[in-house]
C-alpha cells in the first residue's frame, strides 16, 4: 500500500456529484444527496427495465418469482438496514470527531448502490454476461482481437456488469448531460465490488470498471481516499460500503432464489424448512419452531423463516462489519462479510449454497433460458458487430437505424463501437432481445 494506510470516513462520505462538481456544495435540504441519488435510480427507464430481465427463472410464469427489479429493490432494504446497524455503532465510536454528522449518510448510500447493483447486467440473468464474455472469448467476436489493444480486449473477453455498471451510471450518452446519471462519489464507489482494471480480472473474469472509464474510476477512488496498490496496472482496495453492498446481494440471492424453488416446487417444503432452520440453534430455534406451530399456511411458514434467516443474517454481517471496521478501512479484509459470520449460519448458508447449484442452477427451465439467452445475444452481437465494422453495407444501414441515437454506433475507433453494441445490448429487456431477434432472422414481420 503505497500512498495512504489507512481510510477516513471523513473523505469516504462525500456528496460530491459526478459531473458536477464545480457546482459541489453543503447546502441543506429536506433530502439527503443520497436520498437523492437513490430516487433518481428509482425513476430511471433503466431501473424501470429491471423488470422484465431474468434473475435466475424463467419470466414470466404461472408463479410469480423475482426478476431484477424485485430483487434490486429487496438488496436496498437489506443493504439499508445493514446500514442503519453499522451507524447507530459507528456513531457512538466517533461521537467526538468533527465530521461525525457524515456517518448518517450510511444506510441511503447502501441503499442506492444496492439499487443500482445490477443495472449493468444484460438480459438473460448471469448466462447474459457469459455470452458476451464467450462470444469475443471463443466465439465470432475472436476476429476483433487484433485489431484491439490489450486492455480494451480484455474488456470484451471478461465482460463484467458490475463494470457495466460504473460506465452505465458515469458515461455521457450522445444527447444526455456530462457525468451521466450523475451521482455522488460515495455512491459510485460503493457499487464497485472489483476495483480494478480488467487486465487483473481473474480467473472468473470479475472487475470494476472498462478502460474506457478508468480515469473517471480514478477520479472517484483519489477524491475519497482510497488505498491504491502499487503496480503499472490499476487497483484501489475497496471503498468499505461495498462490502454492505455485497452483503446484503449475498443475503438476498441465496435466500429468495430458496424461496422461490419451493414455489416452484423444485424444492419440498420439508427441504426447505430444514435449509431455513438450520440458521438457528437453542431457545432461538425452539422460538421459531412454536410459531411454524400456530402458522398453517406452508406459503406463510416459509416466508416467516426466510424473513427469520434475513434477519439473523443482517444481524451478523452488521456484526463483522462494526468488528473489522478498521481492517475495513486499511484494506486488509479478504472476502465477503458472509463468509466471516458465526459457524452455525455460516454453515447453513453454506448448504443453501450447495442445494441451489445442484438442484436449482442446474434445473431444466434454468438452462433452458441459459441456452435461449446465449444463441440470442450471440446472433445479435454477430448481426451488430458486423454492422459497425462496415457500416457501408446496405443491411448495416437498415440495422444501425434502429439503434436509438444514444448508442455511439458511429464513434471514431473500433472499440468505442463495440462498446456501443454492449451498450444497446445489455440494456434490453429480455422480451425486447427476443423480439429484435426474431425480427433480424425474419421470424416476426410487422402487419401489413
Given at each position: 500500500m503505497d500512498y495512504i494506510q489507512k481510510m477516513s470516513w471523513d473523505k469516504l462520505i462525500s456528496a460530491k456529484r459526478f459531473g458536477l462538481e464545480r457546482y459541489h456544495d453543503e447546502r441543506k435540504r429536506n433530502r439527503s444527496d443520497f436520498q437523492r441519488d437513490y430516487d433518481r435510480l428509482v425513476f430511471s427507464a433503466p431501473f424501470r427495465r429491471l423488470q422484465n430481465k431474468t434473475q435466475v427463472f424463467p419470466l414470466p410464469g404461472s408463479v410469480f418469482v423475482h426478476n431484477r427489479l424485485t430483487h434490486s429493490l429487496e438488496v436496498s432494504c437489506v443493504g439499508r438496514s445493514l446500514g442503519n446497524n453499522v451507524t447507530t455503532i459507528l456513531i457512538d465510536k466517533y461521537k467526538d470527531e468533527p465530521w461525525v454528522h457524515k456517518l448518517q449518510g450510511i444506510g441511503a448510500i447502501v441503499a442506492a448502490a444496492c439499487l443500482a447493483h445490477d443495472m449493468g447486467n444484460p438480459p438473460f440473468g448471469h448466462s447474459g454476461e457469459r455470452a458476451i464474455a464467450t462470444y469475443f472469448s471463443e466465439g465470432n467476436g475472436m476476429i476483433l482481437?487484433?485489431?484491439?489493444?490489450?486492455?480494451?480486449?480484455?474488456?470484451?473477453?471478461?465482460?463484467?456488469?458490475?463494470?457495466?455498471?460504473f460506465r452505465l451510471l458515469t458515461h455521457q450518452f450522445n444527447g444526455r448531460r456530462e457525468g451521466g446519471f450523475v451521482m455522488t462519489y460515495s455512491t459510485l464507489a460503493s457499487i464497485v465490488?472489483?476495483?480494478?482494471?480488467?487486465?487483473?480480472a481473474s480467473s472468473k473474469g470479475k472487475f470494476g470498471f472498462f478502460s474506457s472509464e478508468e480515469a473517471d474510476f480514478i477520479r472517484v477512488a483519489d477524491e475519497l481516499g482510497m488505498i491504491r496498490y502499487g503496480g503499472e496496472d490499476i487497483r484501489y482496495c475497496r471503498h468499505p460500503l461495498v462490502y454492505l453492498v455485497e452483503a446484503a446481494d449475498d443475503i438476498c440471492y441465496q435466500v429468495m432464489d430458496i424461496e422461490d424453488a419451493h414455489k416452484l416446487r423444485i424444492l419440498t417444503t420439508e427441504k426447505t424448512k430444514e435449509l431455513f432452520l438450520g440458521f438457528f440453534e437453542k431457545e432461538r430455534l425452539e422460538h421459531i419452531k412454536e410459531t411454524l406451530n400456530i402458522v398453517t399456511d406452508v406459503n406463510e411458514q416459509i416466508a416467516y423463516l426466510r424473513s427469520c434467516v434475513v434477519g439473523v443474517l443482517v444481524d451478523e454481517c452488521s456484526r463483522i462489519f462494526c468488528e473489522d471496521e478498521d481492517k475495513l478501512l486499511r484494506g486488509e479484509v479478504k472476502g465477503p462479510l458472509i463468509n466471516l459470520i458465526d459457524e452455525t449460519p455460516r454453515k447453513a448458508y453454506k448448504k443453501c449454497t450447495r442445494v441451489a447449484y445442484e438442484s436449482i442452477y442446474k434445473s431444466s427451465d434454468v438452462l433452458d433460458i441459459e441456452l435461449a439467452g446465449n444463441r440470442i445475444i450471440s446472433v445479435l452481437l454477430d448481426k451488430l458487430i458486423d454492422a459497425v465494422m462496415y457500416p457501408q453495407k446496405a443491411y448495416s444501414q437498415l440495422l444501425l437505424n434502429k439503434v436509438p441515437g444514444q448508442y455511439e454506433m458511429r464513434a471514431e475507433s473500433l472499440y468505442n463501437r463495440t462498446q456501443a453494441v454492449i451498450d444497446y445490448i445489455s440494456g434490453m429487456t429480455d422480451v425486447y432481445a427476443l423480439d429484435l431477434y426474431r425480427k433480424i432472422n425474419g421470424m416476426s414481420l410487422p402487419a401489413l
Open positions: 482481437e487484433k485489431e484491439l489493444k490489450k486492455n480494451e480486449w480484455t474488456d470484451l473477453t471478461h465482460f463484467e456488469g458490475n463494470a457495466n455498471a465490488k472489483y476495483p480494478y482494471s480488467s487486465t487483473l
